[in-house]
């Protein structure tokens, strides 16, 4: 029994990994595109609208570069949790590029 607890626990880590930013926790672009795809389709049989915003963080290369990896890191941890606070996870993904 306890194996198998062990093994569904790892089961649920690895779906998680494999579905998020593990950096900052929001859902990645698989992710993203299955929501929206549920979205879309819960707005068109409900007669619903449905926006969707692209935020791209302007200069975060230079911040990146100059000021270090781990600097970066914290801007987009900080991003991140500022999205929590406004948007509901369902609609908030980290999307890399």
Known sequence: ????????????????????????????????????????????QNGKLLVVMHLDLDGFKTVNDGLSHHIGDQQQVEVAARLRQVWTMRYAAALDG
């Open 1 to 44: 029994m306890a194996l198998q607890k062990i093994s569904l626990t790892n089961i649920s880590k690895l779906t998680y990994q494999t579905s998020h930013n593990l950096l900052t926790g929001l859902p990645n672009h698989t992710a993203f595109d299955d929501c929206l795809n549920e979205a879309f389709s819960d707005a068109q």
